[in-house]
């Protein structure tokens, strides 16, 4: 236990509660005054959560996500979309003392923070991860203007009822 860690907590609950649920509450409770706990080979470190994530917490996937406000690291892998564009979008939603990078050569996400979050993350890039149902093909004019182009194809697209492209 971490020098730092001190006090008192008093659980009421309305009905008993299993072992998985009590250690469920214990690491909220850690969690809400800035501790994690950090299972090892013998015991279970009790540490500040700006330190948790350069410990060896365990590793997450689809399978074991992990459980509640444990905290995992977990690769998170995505198909359609550059990783590092992901980043800054999440970024916000991971807190302080978590961590989040993209891996380009492999297109993964690597997130640290607890395994209750992880999961909102990987429902967000599920979310977010889509192929394009719409194929855009450039195609270079030599012998005409974009404009002219746009103005042709907007004329023909209102004459069939469909709205064309503006721009």
């Known amino acids: 236990v971490d020098p730092r860690v001190k006090g008192k907590v008093t659980v009421v609950s309305s009905k008993p509660m299993g072992s998985d649920e009590l250690y469920q509450v214990f690491l909220s409770i850690l969690n809400v005054h800035g501790f994690s706990a950090v299972p090892g080979k013998n015991a279970t470190k009790?540490?500040?959560l700006?330190?948790?994530?350069?410990?060896a917490i365990p590793s997450a996937s689809k399978r074991k996500p992990g459980k509640g406000e444990q905290l995992v690291t977990r690769i998170i892998h995505v198909e359609n979309v550059p990783a590092s564009q992901l980043v800054p979008i999440l970024r916000p939603l991971i807190p302080?003392?978590?961590?989040?990078?993209?891996?380009p050569p492999t297109n993964v996400l690597i997130a640290s923070d607890t395994a209750e979050n992880i999961k909102r993350i990987v429902r967000l890039i599920n979310e977010i991860d889509q192929a394009s149902d719409s194929d855009i093909e450039l195609i270079e004019l030599n012998n005409a203007s974009a404009e002219e182009i746009v103005r042709i194809i907007n004329s023909l697209m209102q004459k069939s009822g469909n709205k064309g492209p503006t721009d």
Do not use: M, R, T
């Open 46 to 48: 009790i540490i500040p």
């Open 50 to 55: 700006a330190n948790a994530k350069q410990q």
């Open 96 to 103: 302080q003392q978590g961590h989040l990078a993209a891996y």
